[in-house]
């Protein structure tokens, strides 16, 4: 791996990989980012992103994260390993790492302030926990720690 595929997208890069692929992201996949930008610290489980859209298993949003990874990738010139393709919107915590029965996927930092400045989601990227920011109100009431 070269030093260029660790550098990771400038919040004004994800804008306009967000901007030229926008026509290509599906509905579910949109609706994927608002859920997940609005969570506590923009963590989440992939079980739990799913259930938010409608899906009954994790593997549909590992499929179509990886997928929405996949089109910004191409867009900015990024070549990432197949397995870490999502690191480009996301960090990982281990279940080894935290309390979580799951992997945790974190929204990168330029990936929120990106969404909120193409107007995706509201602007509360400087709140910890934006569920608060917005009054308390998120599309999925978060599940207990053991179910993540």
Known sequence: MDESQLRLPSQAEYEAAFTAIEPKITAKQREMLV????????????????????????????LQYGSLAHALNNH????????????TLVDF???DQSDNKYFLWIMREPVARALEALGWVPAVADHLYPHLALGGVSAVPPPPLDAM
């Open 35 to 62: 859920f997940h930008h609005a969570q506590p610290g923009r963590a989440v489980s992939a079980r739990t992103l799913a259930a938010a859209v409608g899906w009954d298993t994790y593997t549909s949003a590992n």
């Open 76 to 87: 900015l010139g990024a070549e990432y390993a197949k397995t870490t393709k999502v690191g």
């Open 93 to 95: 915590v281990f279940p």
